[in-house]
């Protein structure tokens, strides 16, 4: 037991170095750094392009790779991005550091090349020094990463406490105005804070190369993980956070010796332990308190009031609501029109390979729906939408091939058993906060991912399951056109959606809740039916997707394969159903021509541009599409009217006569009017 319990502290190691380094992010800027596994694989990789690649020393090569090059990334993000998200909401805050994600290891691939590596060097020389205590074997690799605990622990803990520097930066949570007026600069303590926090996300990433190698999904799981303890120690506790991730360490150790090592669930089970944590901590929580607040944000009102503030709602901006509702039917519904025409010649133009994919890219488009209903009408991030997709194409699977239902029937009822599951989660999860939601859904994600798309059934020795297409959409052409009527019917939903009471309701409840539970709205009874919707939705989306490909394996329904399908739509527009179409165009086309008729390393130069623009969230909430829209209505000689008696002036609200005055019109964006 002594030998696992070592080892599993090595590893729980890990997690607590990581986990520092999120609560420090997180208790200077209220910024719940996604992006953190990220920014670890790339200071690991320098680090191994360094000593490995180039032959430096390891002392050089840490140096520069840890000491230097993981600050100034730090400050180099807080200059570009994190200095912009302080005030914003925190669904912006998510979904830019999941650009990052996205972005980050296909940018390292540019850079230092090559693809992931299963053997990296850590801190400690090779051959690995082993030591014996009581006799039990210690590497020098996991001596070190006990004596970064322990310095992480010490140090962290009596600086944060105890130090002026400490109170600076509790100082900074509290008001960045006040910080200033007492003579402190602001900027150059979050500056310190991002250098330090990127510090640990690099010391973390070179200390686990060694033990899960230079992949970036490896990496992304490791912080997914360091997730619960962050979560356990309520996002600020420093001491707790590293508690609990040795403590983690220790319990995925433990249960290794426990189980039979010859089963495979063994393993999906030692993978879902930080996962289990997460939902344990969670659900006490929500039993012990009846609600597990956030902080809606930092700083004071002085800071807000001084602060110029963009849009900081993900799920939609009321300058584009104002010129939406400017334009008349022709003006509203013309673009999207045209895409759907476009859409319905694509197959007739293309040929052979290419007409399949015209089919998958407008199945993703139904899977793409879903987030523009559960977060761009919705206002929730569900991070989960990859898993609903997953758990439609497996069911509908399992009772077209096991069962003998027909296969539309099957697709049909793989959403239907999305919607109950996705109504479950909306249930346990809507009345957390924003922030636990996201955190929620990606949790349930990886323990479905790891506990169910695993089975034996659904994996069929690697084989994964077949699909027969219906008679009428045998061919390629024809599954396209399928798939294209059941985008249309489906946005068709949602514009009904958007018209009816509850949409009216989502939209009261997305710029105030506060006001619309004055208004006598159930907020939470209206986001639990959108989730469940959605996940409907998903579920749908996924079971045309495997009937477009015929052939379905559940890996390709990995959680944080869906993060980079969130921002594919995010950069396009999380709100636009439109987006949605051209974003399962561009998710399955843009890869395919690049492998088609560009160079290899053009390959990952996709990932990083989609990754940019879902940080551009930041900047524009409605994503490039709906941007570039705007920019165009602006270029016509003359604005299109609503109705007669109804006119848009420059900037101002359309009513039956003059614009509101100013303070009228900030009144009717807040919701309180």
Known sequence: MLQFAIAGLALGGIYAIASAGLVITYSASGILNFAFGGMAYFVARFYYYLHTQEHWAIVPAAAVSIGIAAPALGVALYAALFRHLRLSSPL?????????????????????????????????????????????????????????????????????RYSDVGLKVRALVDSPAMT???????????????????????????????????????????????????????????????????????????TQRYLPPASAWTTEVIDAIPFIVVAVVLVYNLIRRGRVGEVDGWGGALDRAITPQGESH??????SAVETASLNAVGRYAGPLALIVLAATLPLVLGGYWVGLTAQAYAFAVIYLSWTLVTGEGGMLWLCQVTFAGIGALTAAQLATDHGWPILAAIVAG????????????LLSIR?????????????????????????????????????????????????YLCLAAFVLVALFIVNVRRSTTGLALNAARWSEAGARTSGISVVQMKVITGALAAGIAGFGGGLL?????????????????????AVLVTIGIRSIAAAMVAGLAFV???????????????????????????????????????????????????????????????????PAAAPPPEASRMVAEGIS
Not at 105 to 126: C, D, H, K, V, Y
Not at 415 to 426: E, F, S
Not at 615 to 634: C, F, M, T
Not at 641 to 653: Q, R
């Open 92 to 160: 912006t805050k998510v979904v830019a550091t999941i650009g990052l994600l996205v972005a980050i290891p296909s940018l390292a691939t540019l850079i230092f090349g090559s693809g992931p590596i299963q053997q990296a060097p850590g801190l400690a020389p090779e051959p690995v020094a082993v030591y014996r205590f009581l006799g039990v074997p210690v590497t020098l690799d996991q001596v070190i990463v006990y004596g970064c605990v322990v310095v992480t622990v010490v140090v962290g803990a009596l600086v944060m």
């Open 415 to 426: 959403g239907l058993v999305a919607t109950v599951v996705g109504a479950v989660i909306g």
């Open 314 to 319: 993900l799920a939609g901006s009321a300058s």
């Open 546 to 566: 495997a009937v477009a490909q015929t052939t379905i394996q559940p890996s390709e329904f990995a959680t944080f394969a869906g993060v980079v399908w969130l």
């Open 432 to 480: 957390l906060g924003d922030l636990y939601v996201a955190l929620v859904t990606l949790t349930f994600g990886l323990l479905v991912e790891n506990l169910v798309f695993t089975l034996p059934t659904f994996v069929n020795q690697g084989l994964g399951l077949n699909l027969s297409r219906p008679g009428f959409a045998v061919s390629d052409r024809s599954m396209a």
């Open 180 to 254: 200033d007026l007492s003579g402190t600069n602001p900027t150059a303590v979050s500056v310190g804070v991002w250098a330090v926090s990127t510090f640990f996300a690099g010391l973390a990433g070179v200390l686990a190369a060694p033990i899960i190698g230079l992949d970036p999904a490896n990496f992304t799981l490791l912080v997914a993980a360091s997730f619960a303890a962050v979560l356990a120690a309520g996002f600020r506790s420093l001491p707790v956070a590293v508690a609990v991730g040795l403590l983690m360490g220790v319990a995925t150790s433990l």
């Open 589 to 655: 086309m843009l890869p395919a021509v690049s492998q088609a008729y560009l160079p290899g390393w053009t390959a990952n130069c996709i990932p990083v541009l989609f990754g940019l623009g879902a940080i551009a969230v930041a900047k524009y909430p409605d994503g490039v599409l709906a941007e570039q829209s705007r920019r165009l209505r602006r270029l016509l000689p003359s604005p299109m009217t609503a109705a007669p008696g109804l006119h848009l002036a420059d900037g101002a609200v359309p009513g």
